[in-house]
């Protein structure tokens, strides 16, 4: 089952975004787990998170920032940023990340977006360190 959170601080398109995943989760028989919060200390509080849905601006926080501590906790997980800024576009790829989407486009790129997502589920974890 694919465990993913929503982190956005407005209550409203977190239901939204949750009901758009599901009904899209359901059209392509993948179990999921979905789940919402509104800040980035009750996001790194999550354990073992497949996906992660990211605004950008929060009420308190930067999500990029927030991004920056997810990338250390969980170097596996897949990060979309949603978000209305598109100023924002070149600073995550200070980042990790799978996807950038804008909120209105969110719905209409869903295809795309999950595509890419269990592409990136599915690659192996690969390892330079030096074994001797």
């Not at 601006?57 to 920056?68: F, S, T, Y």
């Amino acid at each position: 089952m694919m465990k993913i959170v929503i982190c956005d601080d407005e209550l409203e398109y977190c239901t939204k975004a949750k009901v758009v995943i599901e009904r899209y989760l359901k059209s392509r028989n993948i179990a999921g787990d979905i789940t919402y919060c509104m800040t980035g200390d009750e996001l790194l509080k999550q354990d073992n998170v497949d996906v992660i849905f990211m605004d950008i601006h929060l009420k308190n926080e930067n999500g990029i920032d927030v991004i920056k501590l997810v990338n250390k906790k969980w170097p596996r997980t897949v990060i979309v940023y949603l978000t209305n800024h598109i100023i924002y576009a070149s600073a995550v790829y200070a980042t990790k990340h799978s996807f950038f989407v804008i909120k209105d486009e969110f719905e209409e790129r869903l295809d795309e977006i999950f595509d890419k997502i269990l592409a990136d589920l599915s690659q192996p974890s690969i390892d330079f360190r030096n074994s001797s």
